[in-house]
């Protein structure tokens, strides 16, 4: 599904991931975990082909995106990659719905055929009283599954979501993470959280430790529990 191979980037003189492997299999819920300055968001945004890394090679469903550029990659990446953020940015002089709508009108998808998609996105994650509100009229856990829903509405490959609790009270944030294992089960959907929640409430398939732009070994209180997830870092 996705293939990360040696990935090194710096900004400027500093070096923020010094070398990352990564294999994400189809239907993973996978955490990427690490503190802030670790690296997890510049590693999400290459792996949604937002930035290119200064070395390395990355693979999205067996196509090398490197090698793409223009409106191939933006074409690519509107119809095989969502994304989640953590502070939902939706449009504000937009409805829920129009919302969402939005990466299927960027791909020339009839309108009609994108609201129908819509409506039906938004009444499984419980929204279909409030697909006329303005982000205004929503609560924080309402907006981010508006956010959800539209990343949902192209039918990517993977969905990329950098700290989409992190904004959320502790009841929005179990509710979340459950969704994402109900998209898993239900949409056969991949996922990649970024986090710096070492514990989230609900353990996903894969933890993956970043820690000064590298993969590292969990801390021994996680890795000598049994029942973990968490995994050994190459």
Request: glycine content about 6%.
């Amino acid at each position: 599904m996705i293939s990360l191979h040696d990935i090194h980037k710096s900004f400027a003189h500093l070096e923020v991931l010094k070398g990352v492997n990564l294999e994400i299999q189809p239907r993973e819920v996978v955490s990427i975990v690490g503190p802030s300055g670790a690296g997890k968001t510049t590693l999400l945004q290459i792996m949604g082909t937002l930035l290119k890394p200064d070395a390395g090679s990355l693979e999205i469903a067996g196509e090398n995106v490197l090698a793409l550029s223009g409106n191939k990659l933006a074409r690519f990446r509107c119809r095989h990659i969502g994304f989640v953020f953590q502070f939902h940015q939706l449009l504000p002089e937009f409805t829920a719905l129009e919302n969402v709508i939005i990466p299927a009108l960027i791909d020339h998808t009839p309108k009609s055929k994108a609201v129908a998609r819509a409506k039906e996105l938004l009444d499984f994650l419980g929204l279909a009283d409030r697909a006329d509100h303005k982000p205004s009229q929503l609560s924080g856990g309402e907006k981010q599954r508006v956010a959800v829903a539209r990343a949902l509405m192209n039918t990517p490959d993977v969905i990329l979501a950098d700290e989409p609790s992190g904004s959320l009270d502790t009841a929005h944030k179990e509710e979340l993470h459950k969704l994402f294992f109900r998209l898993r089960d239900e949409f056969n959907q991949t996922l990649v959280i970024a986090t710096h929640d070492e514990q989230p409430p609900t353990p996903t398939n894969r933890t993956i430790h970043l820690l000064d732009g590298k993969r590292v070994e969990p801390e021994q209180n996680l890795s000598s529990d049994p029942t973990s997830t968490s995994t050994i870092l190459q």
